[in-house]
C-alpha cells in the first residue's frame, strides 16, 4: 500500500526562515557592514544575534531545498524535474535580474553619488551595459541563492537519479553530528582563498557549502525515518547547539581562537549543523500541522523572498534620511517591507499569469512543487 504525506513542519521553517531574512536585511542598514545603503547611525544590539543568524537562515534554506529535491523526483522523471526547476528558478532569476534588481543598484547609486539622472535612463545607460556588480551596474544580488540552487540541480541530478533507483539505507544516528565536519574543513581551506562573494565564478567557499547543505537535505528526506529520530534526539541536540554556541563565543571573546582560523571554521560550523538538527527536530515534533496561514504562506514565501531586498532598500533609502532613533527606523522599514511585500502578492502577482510565471508560483489547478525552496508535497512512500 502507499501512503501520502506531508512534512508541514518542513514549510513552517521555510517560511519563517524567509521571515527572519526580512529582519536580518532590515538589520544589514544598521550595522556598519558596508551594505549598499547604511543608516548613519548603528545598532550595537543588532550585530551579534545577525552574526549568529547569518550561520543559520540560508543554510536552512539549503537544506530544505534538498529535501525538496528529494520530493519532487518522486513525482517526476529526471526530464520534467529539469523542466520544473527551469521554470520556476532559472526563469525568474533571469527576469528578476532586470526586474528586481536594478531599483537596488539605483538606490544604491543616487545614495552614493555616482548617479543623477532618473531611473530609466539608468536602466538604459548603466544596467543594459551588462557589465557586472560592483564595478559596473548589472548584478543578481540577492538572487544569488536561486541561481546557485538552480546550478545545484544540474549538477546533483544524476547523483540523485542514482540514489533514488539504488535507494541506499543511512540509518540515522548520533553519526549526523559528523556532518558539521565537512562544511568547517571546507571553509577552513576554501575561505581564505575564496571569500564569499556571491557571483559563482570565484565563489568557491561558498559554492561548495551550499552544496554540500543541499545533498544533505536530499540525503536525509531519502530516508523517512530520518525525522523522526532528529524529533527524538532534539533535547541532546539543543544542549549540544548551546553549548557548542557557548563554546565558539567563549573561546574568541578569550582570544584563544581568532576569526577566521581553521578552529573558528570548524567550531563555527558545528553550532551551524548541531543548529539545524535542532531546528528540523523540534519543527518536526511541534510543526507538523497544516491550516490555511500554512497553505497561504508557503505559496507566497517564495516571491516575498525575491522582492524584499528591493523593497527594504528603496523604503529604507527614505526612512534613514529621517530624523528618528535608530530603532524607530528599524521597525518601520522591517514591517513597512512586509506589509509591501505581502500586498503585492496577494493583489498582484498572483493574481496575473504573467507575473505568477516571472515569480515562479504555482499555476493553479496544476501539479507543481509549492514553492522553488522545495516542494515538500505529496510523497510516496
Not at 544575534?49 to 537544506?63: Q, Y
Not at 560550523?269 to 500554512?294: A, D, H, I, K, P
Request: some cysteine; overall charge positive.
Amino acid at each position: 500500500m502507499t501512503q501520502t504525506t506531508r512534512y508541514e513542519f518542513l514549510d513552517w521553517l521555510r517560511v519563517t526562515a524567509i521571515l527572519v531574512l526580512i529582519f536580518f536585511h532590515t538589520g544589514m542598514l544598521f550595522v556598519g557592514w558596508g551594505w549598499h545603503i547604511t543608516n548613519s547611525e548603528v545598532i550595537e544590539g543588532l550585530e551579534l544575534p545577525m552574526d549568529l543568524s547569518h550561520r543559520l537562515r540560508m543554510p536552512l534554506l539549503f537544506v530544505i531545498a534538498g529535501a525538496g529535491m528529494w520530493f519532487a523526483l518522486q513525482r517526476r522523471s529526471g526530464t520534467a524535474f529539469t523542466g520544473e526547476r527551469t521554470l520556476r528558478l532559472l526563469v525568474p532569476a533571469i527576469i528578476g535580474m532586470f526586474l528586481i534588481v536594478p531599483p537596488q543598484v539605483f538606490i544604491e547609486r543616487i545614495a552614493h553619488g555616482d548617479w543623477h539622472g532618473g531611473y530609466l535612463d539608468f536602466f538604459a545607460q548603466r544596467v543594459l551595459r551588462f557589465e557586472p556588480y560592483p564595478a559596473g551596474d548589472f548584478s543578481w544580488h540577492h538572487l544569488w541563492f536561486i541561481i546557485y540552487l538552480y546550478v545545484y540541480v544540474m549538477l546533483l541530478l544524476p547523483l540523485m537519479l542514482w540514489w533514488r533507483k539504488a535507494r541506499p539505507t543511512l540509518a540515522p544516528g548520533v553519526w549526523m553530528l559528523a556532518l558539521a565536519l565537512p562544511l568547517g574543513i571546507n571553509e577552513a581551506l576554501l575561505k581564505p582563498l575564496f571569500p564569499e562573494s556571491h557571483n559563482l565564478v570565484h565563489d568557491w567557499y561558498i559554492f561548495v557549502h551550499y552544496l554540500l547543505l543541499t545533498a544533505y537535505g536530499f540525503v536525509l528526506a531519502s530516508s523517512p525515518a530520518t525525522w523522526d529520530w532528529l524529533a527524538r534526539f532534539r533535547r541532546p541536540a539543543l544542549v549540544i547547539a548551546i553549548a557548542s554556541t557557548i563554546t565558539v563565543l567563549g573561546l574568541l571573546e578569550a582570544g584563544i581562537i581568532q576569526h577566521d582560523s581553521p578552529a573558528d571554521a570548524i567550531l563555527a560550523n558545528v553550532f551551524t549543523w548541531t543548529w539545524l538538527m535542532v531546528f528540523l527536530g523540534f519543527g518536526r515534533q511541534y510543526l507538523s500541522f497544516g491550516n490555511r496561514l500554512l497553505t497561504w504562506a508557503r505559496d507566497a514565501s517564495y516571491p516575498i523572498y525575491i522582492l524584499h531586498q528591493t523593497v527594504i532598500i528603496v523604503i529604507g533609502y527614505f526612512v534613514i534620511r529621517q530624523p528618528w532613533g535608530a530603532w524607530t527606523k528599524f521597525w518601520i522599514v522591517a514591517a513597512a517591507t512586509l506589509v509591501v511585500c505581502v500586498l503585492l502578492y496577494e493583489f498582484l502577482l498572483r493574481r496575473t499569469a504573467l507575473l505568477r510565471l516571472a515569480f515562479g508560483i504555482k499555476q493553479p489547478g496544476k501539479e507543481v512543487a509549492k514553492t522553488v525552496f522545495g516542494s515538500t508535497g505529496r510523497v510516496v512512500q
